[in-house]
Every structure is written in structure tokens, then in C-alpha cells.
């Protein structure tokens, strides 16, 4: 393990306006125009609004600690107002605790808009981005920002298009088998510490600590610069974790005594998402990567319903039936 590192649990819940802007300014080319004092607004929701009907008084439909995108729509209904239309429409926007809210499309921002944003502490951004571009890109954002997250142990590949994890105690060669599969083609997403994100109710988002983003450590040849010795395209920044695979001393597997027709995938459940495992015995002249490889393959099988094992115990009854 590489030092200065913990893992753990984090169930984040909710983000601050300031964390939002700092990850997203150059993306959106985000300008903090008024509201500084609310910095530490909190972002709750991964659902990013358009207020058009909050602006015409249909205050239900806001819902607190939530951005709200003023897009082209809105910003011409506020542009056909006269002074006191608009004071009552921005009145009617603000009557709540919004987190944030982003001017779209380049368009100026009405004085009142700026007052109201002062008086409230709401922090208010400008965009030239189209309005539809905005919501896409922040959303995908809050929605990975605002997963419950957890660290675990393991080295995260992708191994044949899919998300793979190599895990198995310190010293079990994981790092080992991720730099023979690395010379193989596939990619690496994070060595040691794998950062997984709940980014749906069945998916699990996996990614690396930006500290240690394109090294992997290898007992005897110290941390190695795997973009710089395999180019760009031997990294992958993140990856949907698909299948574990845990690499076990030969001796404990046997003393388990698995059945050599494993009729039962194993899983193993992280933050409430079960993940399909198997288990390779490690052993002296075993080639893992050939067998990591061939996991892999077998796993897509079973999704597409073809079972190696129920195969063939079917061609046994039928041959046995059959008397033959």
C-alpha cells in the first residue's frame, strides 16, 4: 500500500456550492457574478431546475438546496416584464432557499436578479454555455459527486471491455497480474485504493484517488509511471466495477473444499450492490492473466444465459439416460 493513504466509508450526502463551482468553472466557464456569502450552500440533489413556473408564482415546484438554471426561456419571459412584473417574478424565485442559481446562454443579468442574489446570500453564476449543454454536464457531475462512496483494497482493471477488480490479501501478486494483463491490452484504472461510487441503484462507479492517478506499485520494481511506459492508452479514468476477482493461495481453496463444477457464482455486496466474484487459486506455474481473461469471457456468458457447468451436467444426463 502506498503511504499517507486511509480508506474508508463516506456517505456523501450533500456538497457545497463552492465545491460544485471549483470542479466546474473551467468546464462551464462559470463566472461567480454575486451571492459569495453562500459559498457553503449545501447541494443535496443531483436534479438540476429550470424555474420557469416559480418565476409565474408556482412556488411548489421549487425545491430548496437545488440549482436552478435560468435559460433562454426564462430569461425572455423576465426581459417582457415591466419593473414590477419582474421584481414580483424574482420575488417569487428567490421566496426559497435556493442553493444556487446559473444565468445560461451568455444572457445579461437583470438588476433585480443581482439584488435579490445579494440580499439572500444565493450564489449566482454566469455561463455562455446553451442552457440544455449546462444541465447535462452538471447533473452527470452531481450525481457522481453526491454518491455514497466507499474505498476498498484492490487493484481495478479493465479487462476485455469490462470492469474488473483483483482482490486477495497484501502480497497475493495482484499488482503483479495487473502488469502482465497491462502488457496484454488491457487498461488500468487504480492500483491499491479503488474509490467506488454508487452512480445508480445497481452500479457501481469505480475510480482513482487523483493521488495516485497512473501509477501502479510492484514489489521489486518500485512505482511505475504506466502512462509514460504504455501510453495513453493503457489508462482508463473510471470504469463500472463488473466483476471481482480474489486471488487465493491454492492450499486455502482446497481446504474449502470447492467443488470443482461450481454450480453458484459467488458475490460479494458493496454499499447495497451485489457483485458477481470468482475465485482463482494461486499457485506456482498457474497463468493467471490467461485465467483472469477467461473470467472475464465466462462472466459475459453467463449474462447472455450460456452456463459452461449446466451445459455439460445436462450432456451427462441425457448421455446417461440415453445408455450409452
Not at 491490452?185 to 454508487?198: I, N, P, Q, Y
Not at 494461486?282 to 490467461?290: D, E, S, T, W, Y
Request: with cysteine.
Amino acid at each position: 500500500m502506498y503511504p499517507g493513504l486511509a480508506r474508508g466509508v463516506n456517505m456523501s450526502l450533500s456538497i457545497s456550492v463552492q465545491q460544485m463551482f471549483d470542479a466546474l468553472k473551467e468546464a462551464l466557464s462559470l463566472v461567480w457574478v454575486s451571492g459569495q456569502a453562500g459559498s457553503e450552500n449545501r447541494l443535496m440533489s443531483d436534479t438540476v431546475q429550470k424555474p420557469s413556473l416559480a418565476l409565474v408564482g408556482h412556488l411548489n415546484f421549487v425545491h430548496p438546496n437545488r440549482v436552478q438554471v435560468l435559460g433562454c426561456a426564462e430569461m425572455d419571459y423576465l426581459a417582457r416584464l415591466d419593473a414590477g412584473g419582474l421584481a414580483q417574478a424574482v420575488g417569487n424565485l428567490f421566496s426559497t432557499e435556493l442553493a444556487a442559481v446559473i444565468v445560461a446562454n451568455g444572457e445579461p443579468v437583470p438588476e433585480p436578479l443581482l439584488a435579490a442574489s445579494h440580499r439572500t446570500g444565493t450564489p449566482l453564476f454566469a455561463s455562455p454555455q446553451p442552457s440544455p449543454e449546462l444541465m447535462s454536464v452538471l447533473s452527470h457531475y452531481l450525481s457522481t459527486a453526491l454518491a455514497e462512496t466507499t474505498s476498498v483494497h484492490g487493484v481495478m482493471l479493465e479487462v476485455n471491455g469490462m470492469g474488473v477488480m483483483l482482490a486477495g490479501e497484501p502480497a497475493s501478486g495482484k499488482s503483479e497480474l495487473a502488469l502482465e494483463l497491462l502488457t496484454r491490452g488491457h487498461r488500468l484504472v487504480a492500483d491499491d485504493v479503488v474509490d467506488l461510487h454508487k452512480v445508480a441503484p445497481d452500479t457501481l462507479s469505480a475510480q482513482c484517488p487523483s493521488l495516485l492517478q497512473d501509477f501502479l506499485e510492484v514489489r521489486g520494481l518500485g512505482i511505475l509511471d504506466i502512462r509514460a511506459l504504455f501510453g495513453e492508452l493503457a489508462i482508463k479514468l473510471k470504469k463500472n466495477l463488473k466483476l471481482i476477482v480474489h486471488l487465493k493461495p491454492y492450499d486455502e481453496l482446497a481446504e474449502r473444499n470447492q467443488e470443482r463444477l461450481d454450480m453458484q457464482e459467488s458475490t460479494e455486496v458493496i454499499l447495497g450492490v451485489p457483485i458477481p466474484k470468482v475465485y482463482i487459486p494461486v499457485a506456482a506455474g498457474r497463468n493467471l492473466a490467461v485465467l483472469v481473461e477467461v473470467a472475464t469471457r465466462n462472466h459475459m456468458l453467463r449474462k447472455r444465459g450460456v452456463n459452461s457447468v449446466e451445459n455439460f451436467i445436462a450432456r451427462q444426463r441425457e448421455h446417461i439416460q440415453s445408455g450409452e
